[in-house]
């Protein structure tokens, strides 16, 4: 069912004053971005007519426009990836450990997303596998499977790192060692050697030329004023967060289809839209109990520039594995993992249904829908639509 009021309304009614009044400082992904959402599921991407076999119902299905950042179109991507990672769960307690940067660095990363982001990636996944690997803790290697966030529950900009870790590792002697029931490894000892990690290897960027300093931030293209900005970054305690293990790991792909696709905002988040401001709901995490759901209002512009802070470089990755979990060696030590534990190897991924499987059933009476239509961008389906239920000849050869 269609939400009552969509990002894409909000792009539609207020985008092209936007666009009018930020010309020339729209980057052309921004642009695309808006034009995607804008357009996704209206004639303006084509798309079919759909009917039953049973009873004839018709309805029209406009195409989606797939971007990834796309509220409307996260779903199914989730839903398939979902469907892959099943055969990747192992009969483990799960671990979620998120990795979260200073506000200081944030202020950078915003100007640097690929840079910074990456080596968000790279230094919280080194400290969780070299921490690990430590016979004074785990003594293992493990697998991780991480997703980006870049926004906080009010869309501001708050990069951090999500992970989801199976709860034990491979030995070097190729011993299975599980971790404790609930706790994995000492989140101050993993802030510690993350914090370490990404400021030596920030300070490794900007002494190569390779970091964009703009507005108020200009003057941090000059060492000495990077490194006093660094000062009491380096002195802080950098929040690495460990929740309590899943329940199973049902409970893990339950997690997953929450955060791994999900955007800015969800249109379920939004409560009412007058043309001029945007009301929605979001949790404000300093507050406790019902208190922590607060609602507010922004103006459309304001929304815009807040949902636009997040969209990711182009081609870069969201979700990425490590460990025992990278895609370069997963199937090999899958398997090694379930001899360990003494479990079934993993079903054969299962076939991918046709499109006409996927299709929602007819809401008249619940039969099979199939296309007898399709229409290019900016057209609309023939009229008037056929009588009667389809027959194989008219679904072969709709023309």
């Not at 329940?247 to 939004?270: D, F, K």
Request: aromatic residues 8%; contains cysteine; hydrophobic residues 45%.
């Amino acid at each position: 069912m269609r939400a009552t009021i969509e990002v894409a309304d909000i792009f539609r009614v207020a985008g092209p004053a936007y666009r009018s009044a930020h010309a020339g400082h729209l980057s052309l992904d921004q642009l695309k971005i808006m034009s995607a959402i804008e357009t996704c599921r209206t004639a303006a991407l084509g798309g079919h007519v759909e009917a039953c076999f049973d009873c004839g119902h018709q309805r029209i299905a406009y195409n989606s426009c797939r971007n990834r950042h796309c509220p409307r179109c996260q779903g199914a991507a989730a839903r398939a990836w979902l469907e892959a990672q099943k055969a990747n769960l192992l009969p483990v307690g799960y671990f979620h450990v998120v990795f979260t940067l200073p506000a200081e660095i944030a202020d950078i990363a915003f100007h640097n997303k690929a840079l910074i982001y990456d080596l968000l990636f790279r230094a919280a996944s080194e400290t969780m596998l070299t921490i690990a690997a430590d016979p004074k803790h785990l003594g293992a290697r493990i697998g991780i499977t991480a997703v980006l966030h870049t926004w906080g529950s009010a869309m501001t900009h708050h990069p951090h790192i999500h992970m989801i870790v199976p709860g034990g590792g491979i030995a070097p002697d190729g011993r299975w060692i599980s971790s404790r029931p609930a706790f994995l490894l000492p989140v101050r000892v993993l802030g510690a050697l993350f914090r370490r990690l990404f400021l030596t290897r920030l300070l490794e960027l900007h002494g190569a030329g390779r970091l964009a300093f703009f507005g108020k931030l200009a003057g941090l293209s000059a060492h000495r004023a990077f490194v006093r900005h660094l000062a009491p970054v380096r002195k802080k305690r950098w929040v690495v967060y460990a929740k309590p293990p899943f329940a199973g790991p049902e409970a893990v792909l339950a997690y997953l289809s929450r955060y791994t696709h999900r955007v800015a905002i969800s249109n379920s988040r939004l409560l009412g839209f007058d043309g001029a401001e945007v009301t929605l709901c979001y949790k404000d995490y300093r507050r406790s109990g019902t208190d922590r759901q607060q609602v507010m209002t922004l103006a459309a512009d304001e929304f815009i520039r807040r949902f636009l802070l997040h969209v990711l470089p182009r081609g870069f990755h969201r979700i990425r594995h490590y460990g025992l979990l990278a895609s370069s060696s997963r199937k090999d030590c899958l398997a090694q993992i379930r001899a360990l534990l003494k479990v079934a190897p993993a079903p054969e991924e299962p076939a991918v249904a046709e499109a006409s499987n996927q299709r929602p059933p007819c809401p008249c009476c619940g039969g099979t829908m199939v296309i007898i239509e399709t229409f290019a961008a900016w057209c609309q389906p023939r009229a008037p639509p056929t009588a009667g239920p389809p027959t194989r000849e008219t679904v072969n050869d709709p023309a």
